[in-house]
């Protein structure tokens, strides 16, 4: 019997979480820049580093990301970590008040820590369109008395950046890129404009390395991808323990992303995940419930919400109305692209469950259309067939492969699910539309689905992936939740140079690497305005050294 794992919750993963030893992390963040207008885009990189070691750390999976004025969180968001690094990017709301904003993220390790924003960096934001302001968070201050702070330290380490000093608007400028470090470098890379805007003072690198911190209380818990907790509620949410029910979440759209998890007999449950990705709709349901059941699984939101402090006002000046008069009207004149145009999709961590090679895929326009399931499984997928069981329930049956001496026989139940969400009623999906379905996928192998053994995996899938038409239990829980952000880079490779190109970041790639010696040209499309603007590369060597280098580039006729 081949057995393919399509959830993560076994009892050994169970019982290496419990005894997972402990660790310590801290996250560094750089952005493409630190002066950002509301309705602009924050483009991150992260470092997850140990800092008892001074190099990336591998124990988690996910980094919780949180951007606070003193009125409290504005954003949150998630970033996928890959052996210690992971990137992402959020939109700040048009209606974002001016001011000082901390940006701090965290991984399940730190959130026993009390001094977690000493972690964090700080971003002003102006609202251009609005007179809103963070309570207390703006003084405003005559031109004489503004006076640029200092960002970082500078250029320090041995990655060199060697790129043209001036270009002309709508054309491309090469920025090159030299290690001269012993070890493989991580890094990210801006070229972002410099309008002159003072910038918060704020941490680089290696500030926020040599910053004292306190000890670490959490154990690791995201080591695979992010773990959901969550707790049953309701009057009988006591009984689901006893009767060995299964705890499942599921994101519409694919059948990868479907997970279980065992009920304690507290009514807590965890999932450890693979990292869904993007904004997604969550299906809570507990599989084998009776509908008579008053019982719903919750989950619970992973932020920690970390109370700020030390956020500095933002000095706000006559002086500044030019420039962000300009950026106001840059931000407002640029027209949108196409994302594959501006975007380019980095590697993120592959799936470990279902695969698309054991997969028989049947796409239903490709046969005579027939009105009820029933009838499409007859006649199209022939290898599958509806059975009562011995609970007298519904089951749809399947010849598992590699398993039946005879290929005419059957064996057992299969795992049922709708758009990738588990379906506990079989009985319910024969009553659905079948012209709303564009394909059924088969996977005909033993799968392990938390504690339970399934004989093969179903999967119908809808043409507009919407399953609101399905009609669920009322146990069944459906809510918005955020998955992690989309790993992306700022390159514009694709871009058509034309009189609308008015971007502020001109380059962002949050996860570049560079072996010793290595050197690499990046070209650089330049906006179709003149001005001045910053490079900066930051980042990590294998052996735990910090960089940053500075340089400078003027667009003009």
Same mark, same amino acid.
């Given at each position: 019997m081949r057995k393919i794992l399509l959830s993560l919750i076994t009892l050994a993963l169970a019982a290496s979480t419990m005894t997972a030893e402990r660790v310590s992390e801290r996250v560094y963040l750089s952005t493409d820049k630190e002066v950002y207008l509301a309705g602009e885009t924050i483009w991150f990189s992260a470092f997850c580093v140990d800092p008892s070691k001074g190099v990336l750390s591998e124990a988690s999976s996910v980094a919780y990301l949180e951007i606070s004025s003193t009125e409290g969180v504005l954003l949150t968001g998630k970033i996928a970590l890959v052996s210690g690094r992971g990137s992402g990017a959020l939109q700040l709301p048009a209606t974002t008040p001016t001011g000082n904003y901390s940006v701090l993220a965290y991984t399940a390790p730190s959130k026993g820590r009390d001094d977690l924003m000493v972690d964090s960096k700080t971003v002003s934001v102006f609202n251009t369109l609005s007179r809103v302001r963070v309570k207390n968070g703006v003084e405003i201050v005559e031109a004489e008395d503004v006076g640029k702070q200092s960002v970082s330290d500078g250029s320090y380490g041995n990655v060199i950046i060697l790129?043209?000093?001036?270009?002309? !608007?709508?054309?491309?400028?090469?920025?090159g890129l030299r290690n001269d470090m012993f070890s493989k470098v991580t890094l990210s890379l801006s070229v972002s404009l410099d309008d002159g805007i003072p910038a918060p003072a704020a941490s680089d690198i290696r500030r926020f390395l040599g910053t004292p911190y306190s000890g670490f209380k959490g154990e690791a818990s995201d080591k695979e991808g992010e773990t959901f907790r969550g707790k049953l509620i309701g009057q009988d949410a006591g009984a689901a323990h006893r009767e060995g029910l299964i705890a499942v979440v599921a994101f519409p759209g694919h059948a990868q992303d479907a997970y279980a998890g065992?009920?304690?007999?507290?009514?807590?449950?965890?999932?450890?995940?693979? %990292?869904?990705h993007g904004a997604r709709d969550m299906v809570c349901e507990i599989l084998g419930?009776?509908?008579?059941?008053?019982?719903?699984?919750?989950?619970?939101?992973?932020?920690? %919400?970390?109370?700020?402090?030390?956020? !500095?006002?933002?000095?706000?000046?006559?002086?500044?109305?030019?420039?962000?008069?300009?950026r106001h009207q840059l931000l407002?004149?640029?027209?949108?692209?196409? !994302?594959?145009?501006?975007?380019?999709?980095? !590697?993120?961590?592959?799936?470990?469950?279902l695969s698309d090679s054991h997969c028989r895929r049947f796409h239903l326009d490709d046969y005579n259309r027939f009105p009820t399931i029933r009838e499409t499984l007859i006649e199209i997928t022939p290898g599958l067939r509806i059975r009562r069981g011995q609970d007298r329930k519904t089951q749809i049956q399947t010849r598992l492969e590699g398993v039946m001496k005879d290929n005419t026989e059957y064996s057992g139940n299969m795992l049922v699910l709708i758009d990738g969400v588990p379906v506990k009623d079989v009985d319910r999906l024969l009553e659905f539309d079948t012209y709303l379905l564009s394909d059924i996928l088969v996977y005909p192998y033993s799968y392990s689905f938390g504690d339970a053994i399934f004989n093969g995996v179903v999967d119908f899938v809808t $043409?507009?992936?919407?399953?609101?038409?399905?009609?669920?239990?009322? %146990?069944?829980v459906i809510v918005d939740w955020q998955g992690a952000c989309y790993p992306v880079a700022l390159t514009c490779e694709g871009m058509t140079p034309g009189a609308n190109d008015t971007r502020s970041t001109l380059y962002w790639h949050p996860t570049l690497e560079l072996s010793p010696g290595e050197k690499v040209d990046i070209q650089v499309r330049t906006p179709a305005y003149s001005g001045n603007f910053?490079?900066? /590369?930051?980042?990590?060597? /294998?052996?735990?050294?910090?960089?940053?280098?500075?340089?400078?580039? $003027?667009?003009a006729p």
């Amino acid at each position: 019997m081949r057995k393919i794992l399509l959830s993560l919750i076994t009892l050994a993963l169970a019982a290496s979480t419990m005894t997972a030893e402990r660790v310590s992390e801290r996250v560094y963040l750089s952005t493409d820049k630190e002066v950002y207008l509301a309705g602009e885009t924050i483009w991150f990189s992260a470092f997850c580093v140990d800092p008892s070691k001074g190099v990336l750390s591998e124990a988690s999976s996910v980094a919780y990301l949180e951007i606070s004025s003193t009125e409290g969180v504005l954003l949150t968001g998630k970033i996928a970590l890959v052996s210690g690094r992971g990137s992402g990017a959020l939109q700040l709301p048009a209606t974002t008040p001016t001011g000082n904003y901390s940006v701090l993220a965290y991984t399940a390790p730190s959130k026993g820590r009390d001094d977690l924003m000493v972690d964090s960096k700080t971003v002003s934001v102006f609202n251009t369109l609005s007179r809103v302001r963070v309570k207390n968070g703006v003084e405003i201050v005559e031109a004489e008395d503004v006076g640029k702070q200092s960002v970082s330290d500078g250029s320090y380490g041995n990655v060199i950046i060697l790129a043209d000093t001036q270009a002309v !608007p709508s054309s491309v400028s090469v920025v090159g890129l030299r290690n001269d470090m012993f070890s493989k470098v991580t890094l990210s890379l801006s070229v972002s404009l410099d309008d002159g805007i003072p910038a918060p003072a704020a941490s680089d690198i290696r500030r926020f390395l040599g910053t004292p911190y306190s000890g670490f209380k959490g154990e690791a818990s995201d080591k695979e991808g992010e773990t959901f907790r969550g707790k049953l509620i309701g009057q009988d949410a006591g009984a689901a323990h006893r009767e060995g029910l299964i705890a499942v979440v599921a994101f519409p759209g694919h059948a990868q992303d479907a997970y279980a998890g065992r009920i304690d007999a507290d009514g807590t449950v965890s999932f450890v995940t693979d %990292n869904v990705h993007g904004a997604r709709d969550m299906v809570c349901e507990i599989l084998g419930q009776d509908e008579s059941m008053d019982c719903r699984l919750v989950i619970d939101q992973p932020f920690l %919400n970390v109370k700020t402090g030390g956020i !500095p006002a933002l000095s706000l000046s006559k002086s500044f109305e030019s420039a962000l008069l300009k950026r106001h009207q840059l931000l407002g004149s640029s027209l949108p692209a196409a !994302p594959d145009t501006l975007f380019e999709f980095l !590697p993120k961590r592959s799936g470990l469950f279902l695969s698309d090679s054991h997969c028989r895929r049947f796409h239903l326009d490709d046969y005579n259309r027939f009105p009820t399931i029933r009838e499409t499984l007859i006649e199209i997928t022939p290898g599958l067939r509806i059975r009562r069981g011995q609970d007298r329930k519904t089951q749809i049956q399947t010849r598992l492969e590699g398993v039946m001496k005879d290929n005419t026989e059957y064996s057992g139940n299969m795992l049922v699910l709708i758009d990738g969400v588990p379906v506990k009623d079989v009985d319910r999906l024969l009553e659905f539309d079948t012209y709303l379905l564009s394909d059924i996928l088969v996977y005909p192998y033993s799968y392990s689905f938390g504690d339970a053994i399934f004989n093969g995996v179903v999967d119908f899938v809808t $043409k507009k992936g919407d399953i609101s038409s399905f009609k669920f239990d009322k %146990n069944v829980v459906i809510v918005d939740w955020q998955g992690a952000c989309y790993p992306v880079a700022l390159t514009c490779e694709g871009m058509t140079p034309g009189a609308n190109d008015t971007r502020s970041t001109l380059y962002w790639h949050p996860t570049l690497e560079l072996s010793p010696g290595e050197k690499v040209d990046i070209q650089v499309r330049t906006p179709a305005y003149s001005g001045n603007f910053k490079i900066v /590369a930051e980042g990590l060597a /294998a052996d735990g050294k910090p960089f940053r280098s500075e340089s400078s580039l $003027k667009v003009a006729p």
